[in-house]
């Protein structure tokens, strides 16, 4: 069984910085050979794709609501992809999640992490 597992959460204070990462686990997965997705659902509200970086070249995909403060990219040696947030708000609040995309990054998410959460204090 393939698992995406995200790592990285917890609680920053506005206008503080955090990293997450998705790794994958049981079913060998290349996330390098993978486009990778970050979402987020916060309370009451639908589920936001944030972020999404392709397997072809790493281009990537940012949401308006997160430009030119969340970073997508990948750390080829650990199998990983991070999603850098800095000046978070409190509206950043929310569940995290990684997915891949295997039909690219305007695809449909396939295969799942379960989450991790990420609360911002004002």
């Known amino acids: 069984q393939v698992l995406l597992v995200e790592s990285g959460g917890g609680l920053v204070q506005a206008g503080g910085s955090l990293t997450l990462s998705c790794a994958a686990s049981g079913v060998t997965l290349d996330l390098n050979d993978e486009h990778i997705a970050w979402f987020r659902r916060a309370p009451g509200k639908e589920r936001e794709e944030v972020s999404c970086?392709?397997?072809?070249?790493?281009?990537?995909y940012v949401a308006a609501s997160v430009k030119d403060r969340f970073t997508i990219s990948r750390d080829k040696a650990k199998n990983t992809v991070m999603l850098q947030m800095n000046s978070l708000k409190r509206e950043d609040t929310a569940v995290y999640y990684c997915a891949s995309k295997p039909g690219g990054c305007k695809g449909r998410p396939l295969y799942w992490g379960q989450g991790t959460q990420v609360t911002v204090s004002s």
């Open positions: 970086i392709s397997r072809l070249d790493d281009s990537t």
